[in-house]
């Protein structure tokens, strides 16, 4: 289903089962000309890519494990945003992770993974970040290639 809202093309997932995500996805594409490029650290291949500001606050959201594609549902900020200690965050987003759908490649969205370069598959996650500095990390990362799905509490 192709939708044209405000001369943006948003293109509806189709392919996870629709009880489990009712949202929609973007590419980089659609983020033009607010993307920027950068060179991959392993194959120094240009990557063009786009972030979400601070204002939009967009955690938790979580990278595939297999392909790096990003995923953020706006109920879950709401749930992580209400966990009090970092016990009932892990507590909340164990939860999240088991509802939320298998990524279209197959893989699992995990909060360890990153951003994947669409050249050489290099894994951008900073591993030695802090679990809760990962769950409220509030700048969602999309690469070219890659797809960001997003769903809101309203949808
Ligand atoms: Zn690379
Ligand atoms: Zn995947």
């Known amino acids: ?7 943006v093309i948003v293109l509806f997932y189709q392919e996870m089962n629709p009880s489990q995500f009712k949202g929609k996805y973007e590419v980089v594409e659609d983020k033009r000309p607010s993307t920027h490029h950068r060179d991959c650290p392993s194959c120094t291949k240009s990557i063009e890519y786009w972030w979400t500001s601070g204002m939009s606050e967009c955690y938790p959201h979580f990278y595939c494990g297999d392909c790096g594609e990003v995923i953020w549902r706006e109920k879950d900020k709401i749930r992580t945003f209400t966990s009090h200690g970092e016990g009932e965050l892990k507590h909340n987003i164990r939860e999240i992770l088991a509802e939320l759908p298998t990524c279209r490649c197959g893989g699992h969205y995990t909060l360890e993974a990153g951003p994947r ?7 951008f996650a900073d591993k030695n970040r802090a679990f809760s500095d990962r769950a409220y990390d509030p700048h969602i990362i999309l690469l070219q290639g890659s797809r960001l799905y997003i769903e809101n509490k309203n949808r």
């Open 1 to 7: 289903m192709l939708l044209a809202t405000g001369g």
């Open 117 to 123: 370069c669409p050249h050489c598959r290099f894994d």
